[in-house]
Structures are given as C-alpha cells and as structure tokens.
C-alpha cells in the first residue's frame, strides 16, 4: 500500500447499561443509526466520499453467540459488499462490550473466547490486513469497570485493574491468533489520547500518576518499561508477578500503528479533591499525540476525531492542521480519521443513558444527507491525497527498545 489513509468508521458501540427502572439494556450504535437497514447505502457513501478506509466491526454480541459458535450471516454481507466496492475495513472486532454469555470485561475467560473468534474471524477472510482487535482499552475498562457507566458497571481500582488485566490479555492473544491465518496482519491499535493537567500544585502528583496510568494498554501492548509506581499500583490491585511474565512473554509481535483518538474532552483537569473535569483542548493533538509518539516511535494514525455542528468544520481543520504539523516534523503519520459516516446517538452522555439524543457528529445525518463536515472533509481528501502519498514498504513498525538499566516488568 502507498496512498494515506483517509479514513471514516461507522460507529459500532454496544456496551450494556442500567436504565433507571434497573433493567438491563444492550446499546448497539449500529442498530440506532438504521445501519443494519441501510449498509449498502451506507458503504456506496463512503465510497462516493472519497474514502477508502473505514474503521468497521461487526457486532461482538450478534455474532459470536456462543464458546465456538458464530453467526456469520450479517458479517458475510457487509464484508462482502466492502470488498466488491473496494473498501478497505480496519476491523474492529470488540467495541466497548462482550456477549450476554461472557458477561463483562471481569470475566477471566473472556480473552481465551476472544481470540478463538478473532482466529474464526480471520479463517473466513484471509484477504483482510488491518484489525483493531480491541479498541480503546483505556476506556473501556474505565467506563465499565472505575466510572461504574457500562457492562459491569463497578467503581473502584482492583475492577479497574482486572478490566485492564483481561482486555490486554484479549487483544494480544487475538494478535496472536490472527497473525496465524494472516502473516501480514497490520494492527492499528486504537487508543484514547489523554492528558491530565493540575489545577494547582497540589494536585501535580496526582496528575503525574494519571499521565503514566493513560499509557497503561499501550506499555503492556508493546512491552514498554513501567514506572515503579504503576508496577505498585498494578500490584496491589489485583496483578501478579505471573501476569507481568505473561505479558513480557506475549507483547505484540506483528506490525503495529499507534492510533491515537482525539476529541475536545480528552485533556482533564485534576481537582485538589482529587477528582477530574473536562478541561478542553489546552494542549491539542499535536503536543498529546506527540507525547504518545516520543514513547512507542511507531507509525502513527489519528483514528477518531468529531465535534458536534456548528464547530464540526472548525474542528476538522484544526485536527488536520495539527496532523500535519506532526507530518511536517517527520513523524511518521500514515493516516486520518473523521469518525463516523453517520451521526451517532447519547454519546452526549457516554452511552450511559438511553434518550435517542441525535448528536451532530457525522460526515452525512441520520437520513443520510450529507453535512458540511462532510463537504470539507471531501475536500480535504481531494486536496491532499497525492501530496501525502508514502512509501508504506518503508515504514518501521519496530518498537522503540527499552534502554539499557531501564526497569523491565517484574
């Protein structure tokens, strides 16, 4: 492949949350934009964008029904039909929840299930490169397992630490399985670009732990040497000496992007009490995703950004001027991402609540008309398609080696 990876991706949450009434409700993102009605129209959009790469999963808890059994029936249509079309799928294969049989991120036999259905899923389309097995550990487990908002829906550090434990656990042996049928497997492994400033000086400890506690999916992906304060925090909720060998032992061996997903809530600001609040973009992409870049040295993606109208244009122009800044300084960034085709619905209060709230998000709205996002999103592509072109044989996958002395996990 030589061409940059302008990108959109068709939003495929499906957590479980708790409805005020204490019933228990599935959100399937896709069911709510009327994607499992109208996919073809929804791939012919991407197609008549400009795009050629959508970040795209089928539904975890539709499809793998139950240990070794698989329903393939709407998988086979829409892979197919992206094929026929020319649609390259990155392929996100576990989207913020697992099936009712599994339970929650707390289960421990949830990576050993995973990965058999990532290998199932590979075997059916061994034509297929990119995959994002797990996307955003960092927030999956912290939405569902700290925040108390999804799936198990606990608030305290060893749930945390278990979540974290298992979804690591899972993407790397889904790596692992798929690099069987698909030597040549590229992973964009997509993570949540943070970053926590302190409002004041006694809050910078606390800052300091939360900025090394972002990087915790990605340190244990790649194998990136740990602070002794993680490695304690680790410890003493929940993590054993024989987890650290697994993890030494099992770090991602095939090629590997860094995705780095973006948005105007994802810098914090630390409250003297200790808790955290949205603090907007202080920093922007280009110093958070610079810092992301400065500890792995991998190829790097910008894998979701949006901002709900009037602001979406605005906002699509700063991320790109931001990306490309970061291309201008020869990092070594291989695509973008406007993220979704369609408008998503209650991301306005993070899934946790079930209003039917249309939120603005969208290159095209619900009845597929497109938006001004989209137009300039168009025209970006169109633009600097040729400009950006690169070598893709070129691109070093390899992580950045750990220096000599520097603490190795435990």
């Known amino acids: 492949m030589s061409t940059f990876m302008f990108a959109t991706g068709i939003e495929n949450s499906y957590p479980t949350i708790a409805l005020p009434d204490g019933r228990i409700k599935r959100v399937d993102e896709l069911e709510k934009a009327n994607h499992y009605q109208r996919w073809k129209e929804d791939f012919q959009l991407v197609r008549e964008s400009g795009i050629r790469f959508l970040r795209y999963g089928p539904p975890l808890y539709k499809t793998h029904v139950a240990p070794g059994v698989y329903d393939w029936s709407f998988t086979d249509l829409v892979f197919n039909e992206m094929k026929r079309l020319g649609i390259t799928p990155i392929v996100d294969l576990c989207h913020f929840g697992v099936p009712d049989w599994i339970g929650s991120f707390q289960n421990p036999d949830f990576p ?6 990532a290998k199932a899923f590979a075997q059916r389309f061994p034509y297929l490169r990119h995959y994002t097995p797990v996307n955003e550990i960092f927030i999956a487990a912290m939405f569902s397992a700290q925040y108390g908002w999804w799936n198990e829906r606990k608030k305290n550090e060893h749930c945390f630490v278990n979540a974290l434990r298992n979804l690591c656990k899972a993407n790397l042996m889904a790596m692992e399985a798929i690099l069987e049928v698909q030597p040549k497997a590229i992973f964009i492994q997509a993570e949540s670009c943070e970053y926590f400033h302190a409002q004041d000086p006694s809050c910078q400890a606390q800052a300091d732990f939360l900025n090394m506690k972002r990087f915790l999916p990605m340190d244990i992906t790649t194998g990136f040497p740990m ?14 000496k024989e987890d650290f060998a697994w993890f030494r032992q099992h770090t991602c061996k095939g090629k590997l992007v860094l995705g780095t997903d973006y948005y105007v809530t994802n810098e914090h600001m630390v409250h003297p009490d200790g808790s955290t609040s949205a603090s907007g973009d202080l920093f922007g992409y280009y110093v958070v995703a610079r810092q992301y870049y400065q500890r792995y040295r991998l190829p790097m993606m910008h894998t979701e950004t949006n901002m709900k109208e009037p602001r979406s244009v605005e906002w699509l122009h700063k991320q790109w001027a931001n990306l490309y800044r970061l291309k201008m300084d020869n990092i070594p960034v291989i695509g973008f991402t406007w993220y979704s085709l369609i408008d998503q619905v209650d991301w306005d209060t993070a899934l946790r609540e079930d209003n039917g709230n249309i939120n603005s998000l969208g290159l095209y709205d619900m009845d597929r ?31 950045r080696q750990p220096k000599k002395g520097s603490l190795q996990l435990v």
Do not use: C
């Open 112 to 117: 050993v299930h995973f990965a058999e259905y």
């Open 369 to 399: 008309n497109i938006r001004p996002v989209g137009e300039a999103y168009q025209q970006i592509i169109a633009q600097w398609s040729g400009i950006l072109a690169d070598n893709w044989t070129k691109t070093q996958y390899k992580r």
């Open 227 to 240: 602070d002794p304060a993680v490695q304690k925090y680790l410890m003493q909720n929940g993590m054993t």
